[in-house]
């Protein structure tokens, strides 16, 4: 049995419902969005057809549920939340709540799974992570440049024009780390962004990979990066100046505009692509950001299982030109040649999806992986035959801030 009741009892912020310290999903925005905790079913799978092995999965779920949804809004009744992994061997999982709640323009609402009572007080307090240590990832710092500097002489060469290059490192809690205590800290200082958490990989992403709602489909596009070089030297208006003026950043920007328009064209007749980016300024740094949006052609039935739904949608899109790099399978070969450490489920798809095929899925930047008093934080920057090594590793220095600043808040 599946039941969504709107409730007034309910916080007004999704997060400060979740109950315990492990085990939380969450995909939140601006206090709009859904959270959830207990697991009712799970799977984890790899490979290239990863993301149609769950959503068979989900669908086989979906015919067995009895549903009594008396919300119908965007997240009410039967939902999974969904973190695909970056490279097919490594792992993509698929958790189904036992209890979501979710805030819809002001409106909250409770949605319970197998027969469960909802607990919608925190059952134990958030505890800080106490003292924290930091030490080099798969590589330090000094390997990462190195790295580069090979991507950019590649680059120069020929036969691609763009690789995205990750960095990561290890940060240990002194107490194995609760989940909320990330969570929270990062959605009160990126509340623009959609703070995420599924199986331990929590981060706040600002790149909305694909939303899809009935025919209706929007996808925000995030390459080029800039960032004060000193505190006060610069107003935000004039790093988003620099920005919008930079034909690095540009060239960038329009690998990754190009990559995603072209696969939603083979799916949808209308696509729409601005024009030009706007800057978007985030409390550490500012991007180049295009909304595109498209409609899909109408359907009989909509299901999870559907070649247009919105996991459907997010695996074509993946991995954009802002996360892989163009043409996307010499930047695959070279992210294998000169990246030392697995991605894991960065840089993939992360967000929800239910049983008609509607979700949202964001790309899970700005995060980390937990596992009890280890937090792997990793961070990205794309690479042109333009690009300067050192440069680059500052941005991916930059761009693991919010995580950081999170875990010492």
Avoid at 250 to 266: F, G, I, K, T
Avoid at 287 to 295: K, P, S
Avoid at 328 to 354: F, K, M, N, Q
Wanted: charged fraction near 20%.
């Amino acid at each position: 049995m599946v039941a969504s009741r709107f409730l007034d009892t309910l916080p007004s912020d999704p997060l400060a419902a979740l109950p315990e310290p492990t085990g939380t999903m969450s995909f939140v925005s601006g206090g709009d969005g859904l959270v959830g905790w207990g697991e009712y079913a799970r799977i984890g799978v790899s490979g290239p057809d990863a993301a149609d092995r769950i959503a068979q999965w989900w669908a086989g779920l979906c015919d067995g549920f009895e549903v009594d949804d008396a919300v119908g809004l965007s997240g009410s009744g039967p939902v999974v939340f969904v973190s695909l992994a970056f490279s097919p061997g490594d792992e993509s999982v698929a958790v189904v709540p036992r209890t979501v709640v979710g805030s819809r323009d002001g409106r909250r609402f409770c949605t319970t799974v197998g027969g469960t009572e909802a607990l919608l007080t925190p059952s134990t307090p958030v505890r800080a992570p106490g003292r924290i240590s930091y030490h080099d990832g798969s590589q330090p710092v000094t390997e990462f440049v190195a790295a580069v500097g090979a991507a950019v002489g590649r680059i120069r060469a020929g036969g691609l024009r763009k690789v995205v290059l990750a960095h990561d490192l290890i940060a240990c809690t002194e107490f194995p780390l609760d989940e909320r205590h990330l969570l929270t800290r990062l959605a009160a200082a990126y509340p623009t962004c959609w703070t995420f958490a599924v199986d331990g990989l929590i981060g706040a992403s600002p790149e909305m990979l694909l939303r899809r709602h009935g025919r209706k489909v929007s996808s925000r596009v995030l390459a080029g990066t800039a960032w004060p070089e000193h505190a006060g030297e610069h107003t935000a208006g004039t790093v988003a100046t620099h920005l919008l003026g930079s034909g690095k950043d540009l060239a960038e920007h329009s690998y990754a505009v190009d990559s995603v328009a072209e696969v939603l064209r083979q799916v949808a007749p209308d696509v729409r692509v601005p024009r030009a980016p706007r800057a978007l300024p985030l409390a550490n740094l500012t991007h180049l950001v295009t909304d595109i949006t498209a409609r899909l052609p109408s359907e009989r039935r909509r299901t999870p299982a559907s070649p247009s739904s919105a996991l459907a949608l997010a695996a074509r899109l993946h991995p954009t030109a802002a996360v892989g790099g163009t043409p996307r399978s010499a930047a695959l070969e070279l992210i294998h040649t000169l990246e030392p450490g697995s991605r894991g489920r960065y840089a993939a798809p992360v967000g929800w999806l239910d049983a008609h095929g509607d979700g949202e899925f964001a790309i899970a930047l700005r995060c980390a992986q937990i596992q009890g008093d280890q937090v792997r934080l990793i961070a990205g920057c794309g690479i042109v035959a333009d690009s300067d090594p050192q440069t680059e590793a500052r941005e991916a220095q930059v761009k693991m801030i919010p995580v950081r600043d999170a875990l010492e808040g």
